[in-house]
């Protein structure tokens, strides 16, 4: 007999938010749930999902794999981001600024879920605009997609990390 080994999961994830949405057919209205969900290894990766279904945990399940699918490495350095850098999803501007240690994550949820999934530990926030939890997630990844690494950066200028780099100590 064989049994199926339950696998480590290697990814946190949070649940942002879960909606019940309906789509109106002859007969009257069929409901499903709609759900919002980041993963993160903790160590610089991170996702956004959108899944749907008939209930919430099969919806938080697509989500979840959704989101496994879509996930970007980001440029962290002494457990913040490298620069500050602004990120745009219809209505709503997110505004990331790297924080000194001990500050922590200053954000509001769904930036914040986000933050911390991705292992950042300092980080200031700013939304702009519309604050709905699906446009501030993917304007938040748009930008951390448009971080740049320092060192790379400072390879391609042809200077020294530490002109690029704002913060007294750079990790080698």
């Given at each position: 007999?064989?049994?199926?080994?339950?696998?480590?999961?290697?990814?946190?994830?949070?649940?942002?938010?879960?909606?019940?949405?309906?789509?109106?057919?002859?007969?009257?209205?069929?409901?499903?749930?709609?759900?919002?969900?980041?993963?993160?290894?903790?160590?610089?990766?991170?996702?956004?999902?959108?899944g749907t279904a008939v209930q919430t945990p099969q919806a938080i399940r697509k989500a979840a794999a959704a989101a496994e699918k879509n996930l970007y490495k980001l440029p962290l350095v002494n457990g913040t981001i490298a620069h500050e850098v602004k990120g745009k999803m219809g209505a709503s501007t997110v505004h990331l600024i790297p924080a000194p240690a001990g500050t922590g994550v200053i954000a509001g949820a769904t930036v914040r879920a986000l933050c911390e999934v991705a292992g950042i530990k300092n980080i200031y926030t700013?939304?702009?605009?519309?604050?709905?939890?699906?446009?501030?997630?993917?304007?938040?990844?748009?930008?951390?997609?448009?971080?740049?690494?320092?060192?790379k950066l400072a390879a391609l200028r042809g200077v020294d990390v530490s002109s690029i780099w704002f913060m007294k100590e750079m990790p080698e």
């Open positions: 007999m064989r049994f199926k080994q339950k696998k480590e999961k290697e990814f946190q994830e949070k649940v942002i938010q879960i909606r019940r949405v309906s789509k109106t057919v002859a007969g009257g209205k069929r409901f499903r749930f709609s759900a919002l969900v980041v993963v993160g290894d903790g160590k610089g990766r991170s996702g956004i999902g959108l700013k939304i702009r605009g519309a604050a709905t939890p699906l446009n501030a997630a993917k304007a938040t990844m748009n930008g951390f997609k448009s971080l740049r690494d320092p060192k």
